[in-house]
Structure formats: structure tokens, C-alpha cells
């Protein structure tokens, strides 16, 4: 189970921090990433780190202004956001590649946050 934490309303450049707390029979997160969906878009991958390297790769549109990182004692991934642009407005979901304590594989989605960025 996924949950998120942290949307709302901000100006054009404004920050917002992401939060997600993946919780249940988790033995191991191995990965975790944020997408998003605008009204009328396909969902797209926002950024995404490995949780044992620290790893990191980031939509083009975001990198600079987005930072995703990992509390693996807590099972948590952030996502920093700055410089906001109305573009962004959009509902963030997290989603998690995990081992489970009886050894299967899930892929899980948080219930999804709204981001909205006004001009």
C-alpha cells in the first residue's frame, strides 16, 4: 500500500515536496519513481531512483527543478519540486517495484496527488 502526501496549490515558482510511505508485506523496495497526469495526457514518468544505488534519471522537462530521493528505513521516496511552472499542474502519483515477505514481485500506485501551479 501507497500513500501520498504533499500536493496543493502553489504559484509559478514556487516549491512543493512530495511525500510517499509504502507500508504492508514489503521485504524490499527495490525501486521507486513519481509520474503524472494532466487532464487530456498519458500518465508520464516524472523521476525515479534505485533504492539500494541511489540512482537517478528524471524527465527532461523537470530536470534541474525536481529531486527524487529515498528514506529506505522508512520506505519513503520524496520529490522535491521547485521553480514551478503551471505546466507542472498535473495529479503525482508514486509507484513502487517491490519484493514482498513471500518472495512476489509487486508493482503498487499510490492514490494519486494534485498539483496545481497557478500563473
Known amino acids: 500500500q501507497l500513500q501520498a502526501f504533499g500536493g496543493g496549490l502553489v504559484q509559478a515558482g514556487g516549491s512543493l515536496r512530495l511525500s510517499c510511505v509504502a507500508s504492508?508485506?514489503?521485504?524490499?523496495?527495490?525501486?521507486m519513481a513519481w509520474y503524472r497526469q494532466a487532464p487530456g495526457k498519458q500518465r508520464e514518468l516524472v523521476a525515479h531512483?534505485?533504492?539500494?544505488?541511489?540512482?537517478?534519471n528524471y524527465a527532461d522537462s523537470v530536470k534541474g527543478r525536481f529531486t527524487i530521493s529515498r528514506d529506505n528505513a522508512k520506505s519513503t521516496v520524496y520529490l522535491q519540486m521547485t521553480n514551478l511552472k503551471p505546466e507542472d499542474t498535473a495529479v503525482y502519483y508514486c509507484?513502487?517495484?517491490?519484493?514482498?515477505?513471500?518472495?512476489?514481485?509487486?508493482?503498487?500506485w499510490g492514490q494519486g496527488t494534485q498539483v496545481t501551479v497557478s500563473s
Open positions: 509507484n513502487t517495484d517491490s519484493l514482498s515477505d513471500s518472495g512476489q514481485r509487486m508493482l503498487s
Open positions: 504492508g508485506e514489503i521485504y524490499r523496495v527495490n525501486e
Open positions: 531512483i534505485y533504492t539500494g544505488s541511489g540512482s537517478t
